[in-house]
Nanobody
Framework: QVQLVESGGGLVQPGGSLRLSCAAS????????MGWYRQAPGKERELVAG???????NYADSVKGRFTISRDNSKNTAYLQMNSLKPEDTAVYYC?????????WGQGTQVTVSS
């Protein structure tokens, strides 16, 4: 089972930007769809962005036009570029496989959007 490690979160003001990274442990990055999820306090985890093996992307309506998911297989890494951040985006962000066998959930990375 592949281990996925998230990084890049932090504290930003509304309207700011962050770029999250999801790195696979070891030397391989399996060829399968990837997704970014988030979980806010008191709410269930939700899928916010996905990318297929062929590069097709999809987004939750709440982030469409503001977030961009991408992948770099040569670096065994997936990314989430987040622009125009809103307080409602505050959550712990995780990456995982949206279909097939999921990886173990990692620690995630905290994103806090506040003035």
């Amino acid at each position: 089972q592949v281990q996925l490690v998230e990084s890049g979160g932090g504290l930003v003001q509304p309207g700011g930007s962050l770029r999250l990274s999801c790195a696979a442990s070891g030397s391989i990055f399996v060829v399968r769809a990837m997704g970014w999820y988030r979980q806010a306090p008191g709410k269930e985890r939700e899928l916010v962005a996905g990318i297929t093996t062929s590069g097709n992307t999809n987004y939750a309506d709440s982030v469409k036009g503001r977030f961009t998911i991408s992948r770099d297989n040569s670096k065994n890494t997936a990314y989430l570029q987040m622009n125009s951040l809103k307080p409602e985006d505050t959550a712990v962000y995780y990456c995982n496989f949206p279909s097939g066998k999921a990886a173990s959930w990692g620690q995630g990375t905290q994103v806090t959007v506040s003035s």
